[in-house]
Structure formats: structure tokens, C-alpha cells
């Protein structure tokens, strides 16, 4: 069964530092997806992507975060000076795109990124 | 906008027993919605979802949720719970351009 994966699996970086981190989505979907989770919270939505531009983007979202689909077949997400706060798990989702996107979201196994 | 409550943070059910997990969600139109579990240290596993139709899904593992529109509930259920249905449990409900919002989760600890 095709899954979404992510590297890496675990990331420390030290604060300021940029960080990209991958996604390799289902190969036939057309929206991507990055949430992240803070220890101990809710799952939060970052960005969604569609037709190689943001699609939709939330609060947390500023001008340290970038999405990139760089190729056929990644995603990536880059944070430019990374902060304490921005320590959590990362999770990749792509979607089929029926729906303008309202579709089932298949996740990746995350990236927890720790900033130090 | 939409939100998501889960009102149970923390459910302690024996294995065997029947589980009942609450969703109550907030949206201006027909919900797209869904449940997702997450054992510890894996992804988000979806579990059912609903869309149109019948009321009652099915979903994988066992579980099943019923959508009642008139009490803006989501509940998702399980007969009878296995040691292995131990994890932490998200309500979502689909919004524009896929923007999902999660409930808060709620953490089932399955004793035997």
C-alpha cells in the first residue's frame, strides 16, 4: 500500500540554524500537507499545496517557513533561524485533490525536529 | 470557522469493555470528518471518515462513529477494546484547501 514517508525521522538543530525536512508523498496526489505537533498538544495545520503554489496557510505559517516542491516527488518544508519553539513533530500529508481538498489526508511517520 | 472538541482528554477502559470516544465539531456547512489514532511515536492512522450518506461508518480495527448533525456530535466506538487499541485518538474536520482541524486528542490507557 503506498504511504507517505519523511527524513529524516529525528532532526537537532541549533537555534538560528536552518532546517529542511523532507516528504515524499503518495505519487498520484496533488495536495501536501505539513502539520505540526508540539509535545503534549494538538495537531496543528501549517500549509496546504496545490498546483505548486500555497494553497492555504495558517497563523503560525510566517516568513521563517517555505514549502517546496523541488521535483516529481518531493516536498519539503525549510525553516530559515530556527527557535526554541519551533521544536515538535513535523507530519507530512498528501490528499487525491478530489474535493478541493476536503479528501482523506494520508499522513507521514513525522519528523521530530529539537532546537536547541 | 470550524473547530473540533474532545472533551475527554484521558480515558482508562479494561480491555474487553466497550469504548466510546466523544467528538462534537463546529462548521457552517455539511462536515467532512474524520478519526485518526496515534500510537506512540507513529503517524496518524486514519480510522474512518465521513463524508455523505449513511450515519453510521465503518472503519478499520474494529471501530466505528455515527455523525448526528443535530448534536454536532462525531462519537466513535468500539464493542469490545483490545490491549492494542491503547493510543491517542483525533477527531478532524476537513476544512478549505484540506486545512484540517484537530480536536485536542484523547489519550485511551486500555488495562487488562
Known amino acids: 500500500e503506498p504511504e507517505v514517508t519523511q527524513t529524516p525521522s529525528h532532526q537537532v538543530t541549533q537555534m538560528g540554524q536552518e532546517v529542511i525536512l523532507r516528504c515524499v508523498p503518495i505519487s498520484n496526489h496533488l495536495y501536501f500537507y505539513w502539520y505540526r505537533q508540539i509535545l503534549g498538544q494538538k495537531v496543528e495545520f501549517l500549509v496546504s499545496?496545490?498546483?505548486?503554489?500555497?494553497?492555504?496557510k495558517s497563523e503560525i505559517f510566517d516568513d521563517q517557513f517555505s514549502v517546496e516542491r523541488p521535483d516529481g516527488s518531493n516536498f519539503t518544508l525549510k525553516i530559515r533561524s530556527t527557535k526554541l519553539e519551533d521544536s515538535a513533530m513535523y507530519f507530512c500529508a498528501s490528499s487525491e485533490g478530489l474535493a478541493g481538498g476536503l479528501d482523506t489526508q494520508y499522513f507521514g511517520p513525522g519528523t521530530r525536529l529539537t532546537v536547541l | 470557522a470550524q473547530s473540533v472538541t474532545q472533551p475527554d482528554i484521558h480515558i482508562t477502559v479494561s480491555e474487553g469493555a466497550s469504548l466510546e470516544l466523544r467528538c462534537n465539531y463546529s462548521y457552517g456547512a455539511t462536515p467532512y470528518l474524520f478519526w485518526y489514532v496515534q500510537s506512540p511515536g507513529q503517524g496518524l492512522q486514519l480510522l474512518l471518515k465521513?463524508?455523505?450518506?449513511?450515519?453510521l461508518v465503518q472503519g478499520i480495527k474494529g471501530f466505528e462513529a455515527e455523525f448526528k448533525r443535530s448534536q454536532s456530535s462525531f462519537n466513535l466506538r468500539k464493542p469490545s477494546v483490545h490491549w492494542s487499541d491503547a493510543a491517542e485518538y483525533f477527531c478532524a474536520v476537513g476544512g478549505s484547501w484540506g486545512k484540517f482541524q484537530f480536536g485536542a486528542g484523547t489519550q485511551v490507557v486500555v488495562t487488562p
Open positions: 499545496f496545490y498546483n505548486n503554489e500555497i494553497s492555504e
Open positions: 465521513y463524508f455523505s450518506g449513511d450515519t
